[in-house]
């Protein structure tokens, strides 16, 4: 029976190379105490025994880990990977994430955490002491979670801090809802549309009373009232069935709406459809997300798009300056996502209050 062959350690590489473990580790590391002959002199060995560099090799002498933690919110996650529905808010962040990562030599782990949990400060700080990651992503909610930022505020640990706009503890990264809920509701101005319906997203998210505020401030800006034009939701298909219905049932109708997800969306377009409403000729629809869903409904949503994977990657990029750079700007820094025009938006059709 062939004997198993023998991982190459850190250990193994010192002693090829005749220098010490320390000194193996400030290369891995790239630190910059090192130098250029001993660089190659212990990238020799390196290659020559075929070494791969371990977490823990990293980690030698208080270096950095070389790891960066995302975070996202188990409930809501899990039961998107379980409807199969086409969400792909994670798959942006690792794409936007990973990528940043790979370019500095750090690796991207993802975690979940749940938000509502009496345990969640364990959670976390279980994962923290596992990995001793050099920085932290909070996504939405977790990024305006109060116990959240102020246990990492504790850790004295990078974090940045995906869909807020609170200053102070983190790092701050906006995706401009606000802003594109105005774009939105501008598109729609343009187009003839008078009567613009709102399903908001859940609550428990920040943005979406950002996203109200922006359809509220471009409603004003063109004179226009909401009254009964605002539709509560929650960021499910179900809400956004009810919020829908309870629009387009109304004595004065909205002539287009703009739903704060895909899925409350789809939900819209569906309740039109069995209102004998044609999208868009009776009623045009924008929503937000532009998951790969709105690519095949009938017709194609028009939607923002939301800049998941540029926004993940700036965090990773500030995570990492933060690092080096001392004084790094406390300012809110904003990613903003883009109106992509389908076939869901027309103008106006003549009827009274359009």
Not at 56 to 76: C, F, K, P, V
Request: proline share 5%.
């Amino acid at each position: 029976m062939a004997r198993r062959r023998q991982a190459v350690t850190i250990k193994h590489v010192a002693a090829d190379a005749g220098v010490s473990l320390q000194t193996v580790s400030r290369v891995i590391n790239n630190e910059p105490n090192v130098s250029p002959d001993m660089k190659r002199r212990v990238q020799a060995s390196i290659d020559r025994l075929g070494y791969v560099p371990s977490i823990a090799a990293q980690r030698m002498s208080g270096s950095r880990s070389y790891l960066i933690l995302a975070l996202n919110d188990r409930e809501r996650t899990i039961a998107d990977w379980q409807a199969r529905q086409g969400t792909d808010w994670v798959d942006q962040m690792l794409l936007g994430g990973m990528l940043k990562c790979a370019e500095h030599g750090y690796r991207m782990i993802f975690e979940l955490v749940d938000t509502h949990s009496d345990h969640v400060e364990r959670e976390l700080l279980s994962a923290i002491a596992a990995l001793q990651p050099d920085g932290i992503i909070l996504t939405p909610p977790h990024s305006d979670n109060p116990q959240l930022v102020r246990l990492l505020a504790r850790q004295n640990i990078p974090f940045a801090r995906i869909g807020s706009q609170e200053t102070g503890s983190g790092i701050p990264l906006s995706m401009d809802d606000e802003g594109s809920a105005r774009r939105a509701t501008a598109y729609l101005i343009d187009h003839g549309h008078r009567r613009i319906g709102f399903i908001a997203g859940s609550p428990e998210y920040n943005l979406s009373g950002w996203r109200v505020a922006g359809w509220q401030a471009a409603m004003a800006e063109a004179g226009l009232a909401t009254d009964g034009l605002l539709a509560a939701g929650d960021f499910t298909y179900a809400s956004g069935e009810r919020a829908a219905r309870d629009l387009l049932t109304a004595a004065s109708p909205p002539t287009a709406i703009i739903a704060s997800n895909d899925q409350m969306a789809l939900a819209t377009l569906e309740v039109a459809r069995g209102l004998g409403l044609d999208v868009p000729g009776a009623l045009s629809v924008i929503s937000f997300d532009n998951t790969p869903l709105v690519h095949f409904t009938q017709p194609p949503l028009t939607a923002i798009d939301q800049p998941i994977a540029a926004t993940t990657s700036k965090a990773v990029e500030l995570i990492i300056a933060s690092q080096t750079q001392a004084g790094l700007s406390a300012a809110v820094t904003v990613i903003t996502g883009d109106l992509v025009e389908r076939g869901s938006v027309a103008a106006c059709p003549a009827v009274p209050g359009g």
